[in-house]
């Protein structure tokens, strides 16, 4: 027993890996001029200034890794977004999801939800999976595409009508992008003119834009999300940005001048166009904020145009009969001299 205490008097206390690792930071930071050592940490110093060779290089070591962990970004903005669909998709539909799962890459999957009624549902889900916004895509008739965009739980939700939908698989353009990079975020002029179009942007960016730090995102932009606003209808485009020069000293003269004429868009995809339908200031419920008067839902725009159709063949046999009665009021009289000088 003597010798242990003798032992513990002449020595200093261990230090665990973790224990080092935390003063070496500390230590950085004072080199910095933020904080100041304490008496331990000096005598820390002092006895690791005493012992060399292998206590050097683990030394360095150390404080290499410190470095590395140092320069590493913050994960300090959890935004995740739950992405699911209702039953009934088509092939064309699930590629678009798959395309806008493989877009976020701080998204969290689902599988299909069974009922359409009660949506409040997912505000349970988003919880469960510790997510803040959703993005539901439900299918009705095999051939309409709805696609709810809501701030879990408390919102505010908006609901869209999906046209012009073309998959990446379906372009086949050229343009590639590094899978999990963040992009730039790019809209319309007229998003900042109108309040409904500012709460749309504002949930755009919460379920668009990639948490900086986020695990599975990369720390790098080489791609843009373009959100136009045309004819009453939101349009998104999905580009690459390229450099026109692969000499990287001219690159680096153009950062440092902030130009943009080396830059050049190559369109990745997808494709589709939004058509906002109503706003409500819950998530998925709730009171109306905002309702598009010239929204006209798919049912009746093919009502419409099926009685389009009717229409013109109501006109063509109109005609018809129009025709077949003049030519019974213009009918010439028969002449009882015609045929005298036949043989």
Request: charged residues 30%; positive net charge.
């Amino acid at each position: 027993m003597d010798e242990w205490l003798l032992f513990l008097l002449h020595h200093p206390p261990l230090r665990t890996p973790y224990t080092m690792h935390k003063r070496m930071q500390k230590r950085q930071r004072e080199k910095a001029g933020e904080v100041q050592l304490d008496s331990d940490d000096e005598e820390d110093v002092t006895t690791m200034k005493r012992k060399g060779g292998r206590k050097s290089s683990s030394s360095s070591s150390s404080s290499s890794s410190s470095s590395s962990s140092s320069s590493k970004i913050k994960y300090i903005n959890k935004q995740r977004c739950l992405v699911l669909c209702s039953r009934g998709a088509v092939a064309q539909y699930r590629h678009l999801m798959g395309d806008i799962r493989r877009m976020l890459p701080h998204h969290k999957k689902e599988v299909k939800l069974d009922t359409k009624r009660d949506l409040s549902l997912i505000n349970e889900i988003c919880e469960m999976k510790s997510c803040n916004t959703c993005l539901f895509f439900e299918f009705r008739k095999r051939q309409d595409l709805y696609l709810w965009m809501s701030n879990t739980p408390n919102g505010p939700s908006c609901k869209f009508l999906v046209h012009n939908v073309h998959t990446m698989d379906e372009l086949k353009l050229t343009g590639n992008s590094l899978m999990g990079s963040r992009p730039i975020l790019s809209f319309d002029g007229i998003f900042e003119e109108r309040p409904q179009l500012k709460l749309l942007k504002e949930m755009l960016t919460q379920v668009f834009g990639t948490p900086e730090g986020h695990p599975k995102s990369k720390p790098f932009i080489d791609h843009v999300y373009n959100f136009s606003y045309v004819d009453g209808k939101i349009w998104f485009r999905n580009y690459q940005v390229v450099e026109n020069t692969l000499d990287e000293k001219s690159v680096q003269k153009a950062v440092k001048k902030a130009r943009t004429d080396t830059n050049k868009l190559i369109e990745i995809g997808p494709r589709f166009v939004l058509n906002p339908i109503r706003i409500f200031s819950g998530s998925f419920t709730g009171r109306t904020l905002y309702a598009n008067p010239r929204y006209e839902s798919p049912n009746t725009s093919r009502r419409n145009m099926k009685v389009k159709k009717g229409g013109k063949y109501a006109n063509r046999k109109k005609a018809q009969s129009e025709t077949r009665e003049r030519v019974q009021q213009n009918k010439m009289a028969v002449d009882p001299v015609s045929g005298v000088w036949k043989e």
